[in-house]
């Protein structure tokens, strides 16, 4: 027996709850399907207390369903009480396993727990998080078997088991083991799921007794005890048989399954194999599935306020109401400098029609990619951006015309015009700027910020086929041959070809005989020899550069091993149509042989020196091949007295983002936990509201907009952000010094726990290399003893140099 | 910015050595050349001038406090640093050279002491500025102070586990020791450097020492005194658990001193590293105070 509705929303998040609401306050039949017994489950989940931010500010919130920024309680009571007010028809507890369309046009919601429903429409707000993965044994739902863990401290003597082997259940594990008796259960013999550090953690509590672990074991069924001490049993199938324990308490870590099966398993269509891929969707939220409508973070739109939005406009959608897009005042602001602006349409349409790159998208795609994009039109003359800046966004071309220096005196140019791009090189090697480009005549362009362009170039093939065209063309040319025409390069560039090597892999060794050329395109190599049995590394080649050039000139062998130092892509450039090349053009001979010459002669010293390749070796140990500004501290000349941190909280709204102590140290030189500014950083990869930028100078820093989710937080790999509040003003130095009013210069500002009960807003914090500061990094300019510097991985040898 | 380390002394070329060298041959130069009619002092012009000189470094070098503590602007505190220390040195020379070397039981010579005093605990403190942070970093051996104090607390937990399981007596010694171990604490106890683990010890030695004689008086007459004889013969099988388990004690108790001992000795280097400021900063609010007094005196009484 099925339930019949014209419209089944899936998924009651922000993007699902308002279209239902707008669903109920339309009268529209209609049914909101939730598999837990709560609404929204992913903001219910967060902390008690967490401070949830309304970014984007300037998009207007549409829908009947009020939000704005509060505390995590404060949006789910306001979200329970419309459900209420509206008469929402929810149901909890049903979980949707399958979406199926029929070929009478209806859709067939099959649910986990047996309800079925027919549905004209179908709305999925399913979002990212995926279903938790649960135990899958009788007594999977008892009221002591719960799937996450809010607050460890909560429980106290009591038999807990943990189940999962991830780094979820090993932190859990971990917190219990304080004040309870923690069993963990791994169905595999070791953990090596887990982060290196949690690993060790959760193999010394087991070895010291805290932990009892059951490997190759696995939950049989778990039942509710009426009598004895114990709420419950679990038997567990272990490799010496069956065991039995007596438990208070399951916590169950066993992660979540990913939509996208799900998702596909409904006939949606997703463009590529990236994780980080969207499924195609129309203007009206539309999937390539009829009748089928996706909105929120799993058709690419992750914050809230945007869901929200989606939700009321995909109702009205589904009713044939025309609703202008709440974005269209904003694009209407943005593209209203176009020459000839009649209308956001319009604007759009010759946008995509002049520039072929963005010809591959949707409509809705290029509409998102627009609002993140700027419009500018520079006078002709201006500078678009300069050589060496550290910017990263693309450019493409929608009129006009561009014209890039080849020379620093920007005698020698070449013009690109309306529907061509630029800035890739920058986007994709992630360092400075190859070449200052001045606007020419009539220019119109899109400026795109990194993130937008990347989730482009993953999620639409064609573009990110046609700007790898583009990027060897120009590396080739503008490295080697700027005389050369395109037409001359032509047999070079089509027997080119992109190559990736993890951190460690050898491009080529020592002796063997070189058939090719690399051009680092991403990442970054290292260049050594076998001294005496030991590899010494010799010099450090960051991406922009090439290697392996003088094995075709002169000697057939490799006169030295070159080792990816970080995740690293390169060009490779085929060995005889590179020959050919250089017979046809001496310049190029001449130039090669004179950058060879100084290469040889800083090698050589390097060889002289006994220790300075280990220096450099241990640096790149530590990450810092991708870095572009490294701290470093000389522990001989440290005195300890956290002046760096001082200056850096003082400077900073009283906290500070390095930790000086922290960090591995070789032969005194100590690399403190800091940012690295990394030229891809990891911090970027996943921000909902893009709050993460890279400043001109290179500095990597959290903009205003930061809505404090922590996914940055969890994606440094060196542990340099971390969310704090703001702490409470200081008094000026007199008060303080004459007064003895509140902390000093340089103290640790009071505990603010007075106002302990509002929850208090946090926000990611990193170090901005003080870019705000006219003297530069606070930490430099406040060592007392010069023990910290700040320098750039190209620096590496010269800095191994100076210390022997 | 510089992409190499350059310590306070030789801070952009030694530029603020150079400029206190230049700055004091002019001094002694004019020193040289000026010959008044009375012995030179600081009544004379150029005595006037050295004092103004002298007076307006003090007031200069005292900023050093305050500008450690503005986090902002563009100069570099390195070389800030540098400059105090030299300056700082050819305040001496001005002095005297102020003074015409005249001292005697007055008021001035009295600051003059006090100003000798500051500059003399800032020559210690430039001593362990450059001596302490090699001998902190090699001892430390890439550990930092609270991942050594963790160990040391476990090694507590696991040597109390492990003596709990032997006899009472060695239980007690066991919690007499951990209670005993102190790190730190005052300022005698942070300089001297001095932890308690060697009772404990030793006091496990001399069990293990007992249960060898008894043992020895079972099994026949054996030589070595040692404890390395011991544990040779420990090893060869005639032992049993309870002496298992003291050899295991030994070996925890014995890399807990060895941590003890390097904590304490990190706390030591710390602690001389800030001593001398609780000297030298007190000290120089004190000379504030003299030059005050000295310069009041001066124009009222002399």
Sequence with gaps: ?804 | MNARHESILNHARSRWLWFSLALSLTCLIAYAWHSPSVPPNGGTWLGYTLGTIAGLLILWLMLFGLRKRSYSGSSSLRGWLSAHIYLGTTLILIALLHAGFQVGWNLHTFFLILMLLVIFSGFFGVYCYLRYPTLMTRNRDSATRSAMLEEIAELDQNALALADGIDPKVHSIVLRSIQNTRLGGGVLTQLRARDDSDAALAGIRAALEAREKNNQAAGGAKSGQTIFAMVDFLASGTNDRQAEALRKLIDLLSRKKALASKVARDIQYQALMEIWLYFHVPLSFATVAGLIAHVVSVFFYW
């Design chain 1, 1 to 804: 027996m099925s339930e019949r509705f014209r419209i089944a929303i899936v998924g009651s998040g922000p993007g699902g709850i308002s279209a239902a609401a707008r669903a109920a306050e339309r009268g529209e039949s209609h049914v909101l399907l939730e598999a837990e017994p709560h609404l929204s489950n992913t903001i219910f989940r967060y902390q008690k207390g967490k401070f949830v931010m309304d970014e984007p500010g300037i998009l207007p919130l549409r829908s009947p369903v009020p939000f704005k920024a509060g505390s995590r309680e404060a949006i789910l009571d306001a979200w329970n009480e419309s459900a209420a007010r509206l008469k929402i028809n929810v149901r909890h507890n049903h979980e949707v396993s399958a979406i199926r369309r029929r070929d009478d046009g209806l859709f067939q919601l099959d649910c986990a727990n047996g309800a079925r429903f027919e549905a004209q429409f179908v709305v999925l707000g399913i979002g990212l998080q995926g279903n938790i993965r649960k135990l899958g044994t009788p007594g999977e739902d008892l009221p002591f078997v719960q799937y996450q863990l809010d607050d460890p401290d909560e429980y106290e003597g009591e038999t807990i088991v943990v189940v999962g082997a991830g780094d979820a259940a090993i932190e859990n594990a971990i917190a219990l083991a304080k004040q309870n008796n923690v069993v963990i259960i791994n169905r595999r013999d070791e953990f090596a799921r887990a982060k290196k550090g949690n690993e060790t953690a959760i193999l010394k509590a087991i070895e010291d007794g805290l932990i009892e672990c059951y490997y190759n074991a696995a939950p049989e069924r778990v039942d509710a005890l009426s009598v004895g001490r114990k709420k419950g049993r679990m038997v567990l199938s272990t490799p010496n048989g069956k065991a039995q324990l007596l438990i208070d308490r399951v916590i169950a870590r066993l992660g979540a399954t990913a939509p996208r099966g799900f998702v596909e398993a409904c006939g949606v269509v997703f463009p590529s194999k990236d994780p980080a891929a969207v499924p195609a969707i129309s203007p009206q939220y539309e999937s390539n599935v009829k009748g089928l409508y996706i909105v929120g973070a799993l058709g690419g739109y992750p914050l809230i306020k945007q869901a929200m939005n989606q939700g009321y406009e995909v109702i009205e959608y589904i009713r044939g109401e025309r609703v202008e897009p709440a974005d269209e005042p904003l694009l209407k602001a943005k593209l209203g400098g176009m020459p000839g602006f009649r209308g956001v349409d319009e604007a759009l349409a010759r946008i995509q029609k002049n520039v072929r790159v963005l010809s591959h998208i949707t409509p809705l795609q290029l509409r998102e990619f627009m609002l993140d994009s700027d419009l500018r039109t520079p006078r002709p003359g201006e500078t678009v951006f300069a050589r060496n800046d550290y910017t990263n966004s693309f450019y493409s071309i929608v009129d006009g015309e561009v014209h890039i220096a080849l020379d620093d005196a920007g005698q020698q140019h070449i013009t690109l015009r309306r529907g061509e791009f630029f800035g890739e090189m920058g986007l994709i090697s992630g360092r400075r700027r190859s070449a200052t480009v001045k606007a020419g005549a009539g220019c119109v362009l899109i400026e795109t910020p990194r993130r937008s362009m990347n989730r482009l170039i993953n999620s639409v093939a064609a573009v990110k086929r046609e700007i790898d065209e583009v990027f060897i063309l120009r590396a080739i040319q503008s490295r080697f041959a700027p005389e050369a025409s395109a037409e001359q390069l032509k047999e070079m560039v089509a027997g080119a070809t992109l190559q990736k090597f993890a951190a460690g892999d050898v491009l080529f060794s020592e002796g063997e005989i070189g058939d090719c050329l690399h051009l680092v395109r991403v990442g970054s190599l290292t260049i050594s020899r076998t001294i005496g049995g030991k590899d010494v590394v010799l010099s450090y080649v960051p991406a922009g550069n090439y290697v392996g050039e003088m094995a075709l000139l002169g000697e057939s062998r490799r006169s030295a091993t070159a080792r990816a130092s970080i995740a690293t892509e390169t060009v490779r450039l085929d060995g005889d149509s590179f020959k050919k090349l250089v017979n046809r053009m001496p310049v190029l001979k001449l130039r090669l042989q004179a950058e060879y010459r100084q290469r040889a002669a800083s090698n050589l010293a390097m060889q002289a020196l006994p220790s300075g390749g280990d220096i450099i070796q241990f640096l790149l140990a530590q990450g810092a091949g991708e870095a572009t500004d490294i701290l470093l501290i000389d522990e001989s000349l440290c005195v300890r007295c956290d002046n760096c941190e001082k200056a850096c909280a003082e400077t900073h709204g009283g906290t500070s983002r390095l930790d000086r102590e922290a960090g591995p140290t070789y032969a005194s030189v100590h690399v403190p936990t800091s940012c690295r500014h990394c030229e891809h950083p990891h911090c970027m990869k996943d921000c909902p509201p893009d709050a993460l930028r890279r400043a001109p100078n290179g500095e990597v820093y959290i903009a205003d907009n930061c809505i404090g989710c922590g996914n940055c937080e969890r994606n440094c790999p060196y542990g340099v952000i971390h969310m704090a509040s703001k702490p409470p003003k200081k008094p000026g130095l007199l008060s303080w010094l004459l007064l003895g009013l509140g902390p000093g210069p340089g103290e640790a500002p009071y505990d603010p726990k007075k106002s302990k009960k509002e929850p208090k807003e946090k926000k990611a914090v990193k170090c901005d290399m003080c870019k705000d500061e006219k003297g530069g990094p606070a930490c430099v300019r406040a060592c007392p003893t010069g023990a910290a510097i700040r320098i750039s991985p190209e620096e590496f040898p010269a800095y191994a140099q100076s210390r022997r």
